[in-house]
């Protein structure tokens, strides 16, 4: 079996003074893809954040590539983190915030004409993030996540107000990503989603 590309073990997580993840273990191999499910505030969330190093453990032990998290330039080479929504930039229209991307990864994944179709944003490209809608705002997220190369993707509730044909093509996108080597660890409330990838509790109870 191949190395594992996330280890964790005996992972205890508090938020607030209360144990949020208690003693969870999990081990991911390179091109799986693994999902997250359970209901609200069970820890999802906070397992992707810690995965991403942005969460600090209260124990237990977390190794991503072989190595804790650490938030420096070669750790989020390699991984491609999408949590909460992206903050945009004033003045930058959508085109261009993946102009940008792929300005900063000149090994991008995509070209920015393919991710504007991929993503059904073409006739939207010149238009600012937030007069998008909600559902355009999130595929243009996922655009600016799947174009850059990475080795991992910890997606947080990647079908976020997309709507069902698109949720679809997500699951193909992310096949694909799986397919070229990637390894996906994504939460999700989407059980079509889910289906792709083996499933995973952070409360510990069958999923
Ligand atoms: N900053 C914080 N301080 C204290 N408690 C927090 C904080 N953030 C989250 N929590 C609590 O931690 C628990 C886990 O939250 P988390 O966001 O990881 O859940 P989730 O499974 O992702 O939920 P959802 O399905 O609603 O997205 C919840 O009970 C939440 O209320």
Redesign the pocket.
């Known amino acids: 079996m191949d190395e594992p590309i996330i280890s964790v073990e005996n992972l205890t997580v508090e ?2 003074g ?1 144990p ?1 993840l208690r003693e969870l273990t999990l081990t991911v191999s390179p091109g799986e893809i693994v999902a997250v499910v ?9 397992l992707l954040r810690t995965l991403a190093g942005l969460q600090p453990a209260s124990g237990g032990e977390v190794r991503v590539f072989g190595a804790p998290p650490a938030d420096d330039a070669a750790f989020w080479r390699g991984v491609a983190h999408l949590g909460d929504e992206p903050a945009w930039y004033p003045g930058l229209t959508a085109g261009e915030h993946l102009e940008l991307m792929a300005a900063v990864h000149p090994r991008a994944r995509m070209d920015v004409g393919t991710a504007l179709e991929v993503f059904a944003l073409v006739e939207r490209a010149d238009a600012a993030p937030l007069n998008l809608s909600t559902g355009q705002r999130q595929r243009l997220a996922l655009a600016a996540t799947l174009l850059r190369p990475s080795r991992v993707l910890l997606l947080d ?1 990647p079908e976020r107000g997309l709507d069902l044909g698109f949720r679809l093509r997500l699951a193909e996108l992310l096949a694909a990503y799986r397919d070229e080597g990637g390894t996906v660890v994504m ?1 999700t ?1 989407d059980s079509g989603l889910a289906a792709h990838g083996r499933l995973i509790s952070p409360v510990g109870m069958a999923a």
């Open positions: 938020l607030g209360n949020v359970g209901p609200n505030g069970s820890g999802k969330s906070t509730e939460a409330h």
